[in-house]
């Protein structure tokens, strides 16, 4: 089973950028769907973005779009995301998860089968 583990949270000002790793081991990585999603305090998990599982199609919640970027690279088997122009409503813990069980991109978290621990994103007024 795939194991993920996210980095490159903080605290950011409001207009600011961070950069959030998720680091997958298993040789398989290549072969996933990854994705990204956030939950805020007393909210539901909701997706942000994810990409195919060689890169070529991404999928971005309407709220990020233009402002933030999935990339990965399977050579190191990591999966990055890229967060410009934040906004204090951006204050979330942010997951990586690997859709296992098909190829197909999808926004529903139930899709996704492996979850990492998460990391926090505070962005400031």
């Known amino acids: 089973q795939v194991q993920l583990v996210e980095s490159g949270g903080g605290l950011v000002q409001a207009g600011g950028s961070l950069r959030l790793s998720c680091a997958a081991s298993?040789?398989?990585?290549?072969?996933?769907?990854m994705g990204w999603f956030r939950q805020a305090p007393g909210k539901e998990r909701e997706f942000v973005a994810a990409?195919?599982?060689?890169?070529?199609?991404?999928y971005y919640a309407d709220s990020v779009k233009g402002r933030f970027t999935i990339s990965r690279d399977n050579a190191k088997n990591t999966v990055y995301l890229q967060m410009n122009s934040l906004k204090p409503e951006d204050t979330a813990v942010y997951y990586c998860a690997a859709r296992i069980a098909s190829y197909r991109l999808s926004r529903l978290p139930e899709d996704f089968g492996a979850w990492g621990q998460g990391t926090q994103v505070t962005v400031s007024s």
């Open positions: 298993g040789r398989t990585f290549r072969s996933y769907v």
């Open positions: 990409i195919s599982w060689a890169g070529g199609s991404t």
